[in-house]
């Protein structure tokens, strides 16, 4: 397993970046770990490339962005896109709508603004 974390800034802008390969569970716990320090949340933007089965989510908030490479997947009904289920609703989402945005949709890309 890979697992790559550090934090930089860029234009007043403090950004954690965690370059993952590994499982859901692990990301969870680092997104639990480090939800706090973003701060209110802003805006979440999902991308899946399906060709290569990669996935980014970045969750900026008013403090800090942290930038998460795999681990939270969408398109289907695994573990992957249930863990970002998981981190919508943790962030104000409702079960209904983050299901709707990891599982149910066929989008390869979506943005929540909060």
């Keep these: 397993?890979?697992?790559?974390?550090?934090?930089?800034?860029?234009?007043?802008?403090?950004i954690m970046i965690r370059n993952f390969n590994g499982n859901t569970r692990q990301?969870?716990?680092f997104f639990d770990e480090n939800l706090g320090k973003l701060g209110d949340i802003?805006?979440?933007?999902?991308?899946r490339d399906g060709q290569s089965v990669e996935y980014e989510t970045i969750i900026e908030g008013t403090?800090?962005?942290?930038l998460l490479?795999?681990?939270f997947s969408s398109g289907y009904g695994?573990?992957?896109p249930n863990g970002l289920v998981y981190a919508l609703t943790k962030?104000?989402?409702s079960n209904e709508e983050a299901r709707k945005y990891a599982i149910e949709s066929s989008d390869v890309s979506f943005v929540i603004e909060f």
């Design 1 to 14: 397993m890979y697992v790559e974390s550090y934090t930089y800034q860029l234009l007043g802008v403090v």
């Design 27 to 29: 990301q969870k716990e």
């Design 42 to 47: 802003k805006r979440v933007t999902h991308k």
């Design 63 to 66: 403090e800090e962005t942290m």
């Design 69 to 71: 490479s795999g681990g």
């Design 78 to 80: 695994g573990e992957g």
């Design 91 to 93: 962030m104000g989402v």
